[in-house]
């Protein structure tokens, strides 16, 4: 598939993004708007593309974060338990949800990430969070079917999520590099079945994420993520209220008409 725009605009968007990634957790929900607005790609392709690039991202971001020690192993497989299936039926629900409403979950996944990272505070000399098998699994499993569904890797949905049990921030981004693996294995084993991925865009996606959660992930572990989280914070709103813009004028158009 040919992307309208040209490469460029599209590769500094997906290097970005993997910096974001490595950096705060949040930013994988800005590939798919790129891809489909800026790259005229059909939003389930997109999706499905996105899908596969997060399998490579995943794995360098969890073996950044874990030379740091800031991933929680112990929370890790009861996450996946609840993640595999979870995004495995998001995928199928990709391929029979019409586009438009796939955008609405998307813009709106976007605007709470971002309203959500304004609200967090300081997460210093927080105590640490035991969370129970039970508890953990239906995270997951949430985590899984809104990853596959929006396309957004896991990070997006899992990071607002721990933050608000009060787990400590890079606790939280640690394991949501993690749980990227199972996320995209499953969602793309999913896409492979009954949608369409474009692989050419796909693992070139991978290699600019590879490149921008590396960079990321070392950021984290040197600096405040405080002020990062808000300027995240700030660009996603603007994002998602662009979608919301974007979905509402044909409406509004038809209403004054």
């Given at each position: 598939m040919s992307l309208s725009?040209?490469?460029?605009?599209?590769?500094?968007?997906?290097?970005?993004v993997?910096?974001?990634?490595?950096?705060?957790?949040?930013?994988?929900?800005?590939?798919?708007?790129?891809?489909?607005?800026?790259g005229g790609m059909d939003i389930q392709v997109a999706i499905a593309s996105c899908m596969l690039s997060y399998l490579f991202s995943g794995l360098?971001?969890?073996?950044?974060?874990?030379?740091?020690?800031?991933?929680?192993?112990?929370?890790?497989?009861?996450?996946?338990l609840g993640a595999m299936p979870g995004?495995?039926?998001?995928?199928?629900?990709?391929?029979?949800?019409?586009?438009?409403?796939?955008?609405?979950?998307?813009?709106?996944?976007i605007l709470f990430a971002g309203i959500n990272a304004l609200g967090e505070r300081d997460d210093a000399g927080r105590p640490a969070v035991e969370l129970d098998h039970l508890r953990l699994t239906a995270i997951g499993a949430l985590t899984g079917f809104g990853s596959a569904m929006s396309g957004t890797g896991g990070p997006l949905i899992l990071v607002p999520l721990l933050v608000w049990l009060n787990l400590p921030v890079l606790t939280a981004v640690g394991l949501s590099q993690v749980?990227?693996?199972?996320?995209?294995?499953?969602?793309?084993?999913?896409?492979?079945?009954?949608?369409?991925?474009?692989?050419?865009?796909?693992?070139?996606?991978?290699?600019l994420l590879m490149l921008g959660v590396a960079v990321g992930a070392r950021i984290a572990h040197r600096v405040s993520a405080g002020g990062l989280k808000r300027v995240v914070a700030f660009a996603l709103i603007g994002v998602g209220t662009l979608i919301v813009a974007r979905l509402g004028y044909p409406l509004l158009r038809a209403a004054l008409a």
């Open positions: 725009l040209g490469l460029l605009p599209l590769a500094l968007v997906g290097l970005l993997g910096v974001l990634i490595g950096c705060v957790g949040i930013g994988g929900v800005l590939l798919v708007p790129a891809l489909t607005y800026l360098v971001g969890a073996i950044a974060y874990s030379r740091h020690g800031s991933i929680r192993w112990g929370m890790c497989g009861s996450l996946a995004a495995y039926l998001g995928a199928l629900a990709v391929s029979v949800v019409p586009g438009m409403w796939l955008e609405v979950l998307i813009a709106v996944l749980i990227q693996l199972p996320v995209a294995s499953l969602a793309t084993l999913g896409n492979l079945t009954h949608g369409r991925i474009d692989w050419a865009v796909g693992l070139g996606i991978a290699l």
